[in-house]
Every structure is written in structure tokens, then in C-alpha cells.
């Protein structure tokens, strides 16, 4: 490694570990899971980087505002560490700042299609969205205001997402909703970012082609429990919901999966050879349904997620590691925090609040 690749990680070493050092710990986390009332939980915020939400509560009493606020606030973190570097790393940022941008893009589209397509009043939630650049060149006001299924696709027509809009037609989108959509544009993000990688040096570059086969693996495997059971959706629409990468869609138990009818799907037969210990958690359940399957596999992942960028933050300090860890441990943090003013906005009791905020 050059002496300038070893100053530009020291310096993003020394500051990414300073925001680290700063997240909730877990006393913290406890505490807001105790949280009787949003007032409560807003008062256990003060002096953490969320300290900011109690006043925004105040104003309006709209937590759609504070999810917005969060959202925006990750938009600049991400932003801001592709500020710090330069090359094909800053390029690797930008290409993960990517899904933000899907995300947020996904969400003006369906509220185009509650508008568009559905009928409904989507004017109350216009003012949540957020309307500034992120990745590519995109008007978010032309997509939520177009007319008609064409004018939507000539408002994206020179973003990266042009072909996938393309294949949209509004017949599809009565029928099926959003959903194939949607999963079309996860998979142009992570090509997209599959493609920047490749430029990376290669220490850092198998590095990050570890952590996406792993992702890309488990999140396939979510997707043919919850698609593949629930939906029974037929293999060719099987195939286009998987993200590139990994191992699974290579291996004879993916193809006897996707080809079998739907009685005869075995998911413990599809992981057993590239995840024993998943496979072994699966058998245990008793008579589960395909959201218990599919949970039990997203615990899963996070767990493994977990366990990797901790490894990272104990290992060499110098690569690409520590900018995962980091985008790792704020979408986790701002995860729960979302998920704690949502439960205990809606009343939900502690045990269920704990069960999907952890």
C-alpha cells in the first residue's frame, strides 16, 4: 500500500472510528426501548446525535416528518465520506450512496402510483420526500408529477434506471402493483456498484465482493422463501427477483428449488451446503410458516452482517473495511430508531417492540 493510500485511511480511519465512538451504546439503547412515550424516548435522545428529533416532534407532532429527517441526515453522512476519499474508493462510495437514492426513488414511485394508478390524495405526503441530489441527475418533482406511465419514463429516461422504466407498462403495474419494479431497480443499483468494485485495488476490491456474495446469497434465499412459497410465483419471475452475485444461483439446489412446484420446495435442502448453521436453525422450527422461514434467514443475515464489520473494526485498519462498517452501524442505529418511534407511536407492547427494533 502507498504512503498516500495509508494517510487517506488513517485520516478516514481516525474519523469514521469518532462517529463509531459516538453511535448509542447499548445502556442508551435499553433505555429508549424502556421509553413509555415518544416524550420519554425523545428525552433519553438529548445529547446523542438524535437530540434533534424532540424539537422536530414538537413542532408538528408528525413522526412522517422524523423519518424524513433521519433519512436526509444519512443522505449527507454518506455524502460526506465520499468527500474524504478520491478514485475508485470514492467511486465505490457513491455507487452504495446508490441505494439511498433507490430507496428514495422507490418511494416517490409509489407514491406516483397511488396517485397515478390507484386514485388516491397523495398531496399531504409530497412534503416528506426528499428533493435533493443524491447520486444521479433526477427531477424528483417531474416523477412524482407525471402524468402518465410515458411521462414518467421520459422523466428518468437519462438516469441509470431508463431500461428498467422501459419495461414497465401500466397493465403490469394494475396487476402486480410496484413490487417487480422495485426489485428491477435493487438490481441496477448492485450491478451498477458490482461494476465500480472491479476498479477497485484488489485487496479492497475481494474484500467488498466478499460482503456482496454473502448479502447477495441470503437476500436471494428471503426472496424464493417469500415468493417462492407464499406467491408461488413461477420460475422465470423467480429468476428475475435475484440479485447478482454469489454462490446460490449456481449451485443444482437453486435450480431444483426454482423448478420444483411449490409443495415440493425445500429450503433446507436449498442452504444445507453453503449454510449449515442456517440449515440447522431451519430444521428446528416446527411447522413454521414462510414469513417464520423468511425471518429466521434475516436474522440470520444480520447476525452474520454483524459479526463480519466487527471483524473489520478489529482488524487491519487501513482498507475498505471501515467505510462498511461504518454504513453498516448507521443503517442499523437509524433502523432502530425508526422502529422505536414507530412502535411506540402505534402502541405496540415492549416484547414486540424489541423483537423488530433489535
Known amino acids: 500500500m502507498s504512503l498516500s493510500d495509508l494517510k487517506r485511511y488513517a485520516f478516514i480511519n481516525a474519523k469514521l472510528r469518532s462517529r463509531i465512538g459516538g453511535m448509542l451504546d447499548e445502556h442508551q439503547l435499553e433505555s429508549l426501548l424502556q421509553s413509555q412515550s415518544l416524550e420519554e424516548l425523545f428525552h433519553h435522545c438529548q445529547g446523542s446525535v438524535y437530540e434533534q428529533l424532540g424539537p422536530l416532534f414538537n413542532e408538528t407532532g408528525d413522526i412522517e416528518r422524523l423519518e424524513s429527517w433521519l433519512f436526509s441526515r444519512t443522505v449527507d453522512l454518506h455524502k460526506e465520506v465520499a468527500s474524504l476519499i478520491e478514485g475508485s474508493h470514492a467511486l465505490v462510495v457513491s455507487a452504495l450512496n446508490r441505494k439511498l437514492e433507490v430507496e428514495n426513488l422507490k418511494g416517490v414511485l409509489r407514491l406516483w402510483f397511488s396517485n397515478r394508478i390507484k386514485g388516491m390524495n397523495i398531496d399531504y405526503r409530497y412534503g416528506y420526500l426528499y428533493h435533493k441530489h443524491i447520486v444521479s441527475d433526477i427531477d424528483w418533482a417531474a416523477v412524482i408529477n407525471a402524468e402518465d406511465v410515458d411521462s414518467l419514463k421520459e422523466t428518468l429516461a437519462h438516469t441509470p434506471y431508463a431500461d428498467d422504466m422501459n419495461e414497465m ?32 485495488p484488489k485487496k479492497d476490491r475481494l474484500l467488498v465482493e466478499e460482503v ?76 413454521p410458516t414462510a414469513e417464520e422461514q423468511a425471518s429466521t434467514v434475516e436474522a440470520y443475515l444480520f447476525r452474520v452482517r454483524k459479526k463480519s464489520y466487527q471483524k473489520m473494526l478489529r482488524g487491519y485498519p487501513f482498507n475498505f473495511g471501515i467505510i462498511f462498517a461504518y454504513f453498516f452501524l448507521e443503517e442499523r442505529q437509524n433502523t432502530m430508531i425508526r422502529t422505536i418511534i414507530n412502535g411506540i407511536h402505534y402502541g405496540w407492547k415492549s416484547e414486540k417492540l424489541r423483537e423488530f427494533a433489535l
Do not use: C
Open 169 to 200: 407498462k401500466k397493465e403490469d403495474l394494475t396487476s402486480e402493483g410496484m413490487f417487480f419494479l422495485e426489485t428491477a431497480l435493487d438490481r441496477r443499483w448492485m450491478l451498477l456498484l458490482r461494476d465500480v468494485v472491479t476498479h477497485l
Open 212 to 287: 456482496l456474495n454473502r448479502d447477495a446469497d441470503l437476500k436471494n434465499i428471503i426472496n424464493l422463501v417469500r415468493f417462492g412459497y407464499v406467491y408461488n410465483v413461477e420460475a422465470a419471475k423467480l429468476r428475475s427477483l435475484m440479485l447478482p452475485g454469489g454462490r446460490l444461483l449456481k449451485t443444482e439446489e437453486f435450480e431444483e428449488f426454482v423448478q420444483a412446484p411449490v409443495e415440493k420446495r425445500s429450503l433446507v435442502h436449498l442452504v444445507g451446503k453453503l449454510f449449515i448453521d442456517l440449515a440447522k436453525e431451519l430444521t428446528s422450527l416446527t411447522n
